[in-house]
Nanobody, 128 residues
Framework: QVQLVESGGGLVQPGGSLRLSCVASGSTLNYHVIGWFRQAPGKEREGVSC????????YYADSVKGRFTISRDNAKNTVYLEMNSLKAEDTAVYYC?????????????????????WGQGTQVTVSS
């Protein structure tokens, strides 16, 4: 059973940066797709970015392309989300999720229901 713990959220001004971390325990993330999802008040949970633990294939939602970067450190069982040029609309609770899968990263990332393992979430607030 995989346990996921996110960290790195906080309050940042528009245009600022944050780096989120997701540490996995209880199992390695071999052959997993690991994703970052976010949910703002009154909105559905959306896939922000996902990465394959195997070949490192990545997917980004259009809203974050060019601003966010996902990466993994398999030795540390950790996935990161580097967020730059943050906007007010990026404000949300960010969740890390993982699922063993050989499906494409994009196919997984657009359907949060496919992920069974979730972290508790970390709040990101972008405000002046």
């Amino acid at each position: 059973q995989v346990q996921l713990v996110e960290s790195g959220g906080g309050l940042v001004q528009p245009g600022g940066s944050l780096r989120l971390s997701c540490v996995a325990s209880g199992s390695t993330l071999n052959y997993h797709v690991i994703g970052w999802f976010r949910q703002a008040p009154g909105k559905e949970r959306e896939g922000v970015s996902c990465i394959s633990s195997g070949d490192g294939t990545t997917y980004y939602a259009d809203s974050v392309k060019g601003r966010f970067t996902i990466s993994r450190d398999n030795a540390k069982n950790t996935v990161y989300l580097e967020m730059n040029s943050l906007k007010a609309e990026d404000t949300a609770v960010y969740y890390c999720a993982a699922e063993p899968s050989f499906a494409t990263v994009q196919a997984m990332c657009v359907r949060s229901a496919l992920f069974r393992h979730w972290g508790q979430g970390t709040q990101v607030t972008v405000s002046s």
